[in-house]
């Protein structure tokens, strides 16, 4: 998303405590010199050519200019491009990593004041939200990663919560990426949540906090360890190393039961690439050479609550000596 080129946008008030008025106003945008974004809120420049995306970064950029309100909710995770599932982006109906926002654009009044609103533009809030939960992007003050996930609590599945806490704490990789430090962490989220509190959506953030854990690569990772904790299965370590006796990192399953010795490997589609499945062939001799088994999971394991690939656990731990 390129930064807004509004980056003189001014509320009406502030153009008239300037020495402008409502006249002068509407003769600019007559002479194109100025554009009318919305109700009460102008940019220099003609409309001609404006896209809705900048359209929309200068209305951000000129209700946010005097910290009295941030881009929040559902806005606030395009802008910082929350790493969604991609049922959670279908629920709240965004495009993380999209050019464009999605209307109306959320935003919060962060002194409890009353919440700016503009018909199919601006969706208003009001609450308290403190210094340390606001930052910048592209010019426009916006919630960080912790507010947001916490406002996302009333809008989305328990099980939609956990993946995305997790998403938010994971280590990133930093040979494929480029951070090397967690968007969240775990306190930061919880202190999040608490500055909600009292509200809607704080029990079930509290709940997804409990059953978060750090190391999920992946969404759909976190949906089969909660499937597993649901079936009654032993909690897995999550991408956690097996090392040798010399505390030699050897293999890092995406879960394992390390009592039992069963590695579990979810292959998403990225795994039918022919130097991937190479790698993965050499995983599986070592995971083999190491006395531990292997167990290999697809999309069609998904199905019906990754029931088949519960199924499939469930039969390699009872094979390795796990009880229930």
């Known amino acids: ?113 009353q919440a700016m609103r503009r018909r199919d533009i601006l969706l208003g809030h009001r609450s308290h939200i403190a210094q340390e939960r606001l930052i910048r992007r592209h010019g426009i003050l916006v919630t960080d990663h912790a507010r947001t996930w916490a406002d996302m609590a009333p809008l989305l599945p328990l099980d939609e919560l956990v993946a995305l806490a997790d998403q938010l704490i994971r280590i990133p990789r930093p040979r494929f990426e480029s951070r090397s430090e967690p968007l969240s962490s775990l306190e930061q989220l919880a202190a999040a949540v608490e500055e909600r509190s009292p509200g809607r959506g704080v029990a079930r953030a509290r709940q997804a906090l409990a059953l978060s854990r750090i190391g999920a690569d992946s969404p759909a990772e976190t949906h089969l360890r909660l499937a597993i904790g649901r079936a009654g299965l032993p909690e897995p370590e999550v991408n956690e190393w097996i090392r040798d006796a010399d505390d030699r990192p050897l293999l890092q399953p995406d879960l394992s039961f390390r009592q039992w010795r069963v590695a579990v490997q979810y292959e998403g589609a990225h795994h039918s690439d022919p130097r991937q499945v190479e790698s993965d062939v050499e995983r599986a001799e070592l995971t083999e050479l190491l006395r531990w088994v292997e167990v290999r999971l697809t999309r069609r394991h998904m199905l019906d609550g990754w029931a088949p690939g519960i199924d499939k656990i469930r039969r390699a731990l009872l094979r390795n000596g796990w009880r229930p």
């Not at 491009?81 to 009044?109: D, F, K, M, Y």
């Open 1 to 113: 998303m390129s930064p807004s080129p509004y980056s003189s946008a001014h509320r009406r008030p502030e153009l008239l405590q300037a020495g402008l008025g409502d006249a002068d106003l509407r003769r600019s945008v007559r002479r194109g010199e100025a554009t009318r974004l919305t109700r009460g809120i102008y940019a220099p420049g003609t409309i001609e050519g404006l896209t809705t995306s900048s359209r929309a970064l200068g209305i951000l950029e000129a209700v946010t200019a005097d910290a009295s309100h941030a881009a929040s909710h559902r806005t606030a995770a395009e802008l910082l491009q929350l790493p969604l599932s991609s049922e959670s982006a279908r629920l709240l109906n965004v495009s993380p990593g999209s050019p464009e926002l999605t209307l109306p654009l959320e935003v919060t009044t962060i002194d409890g004041r």
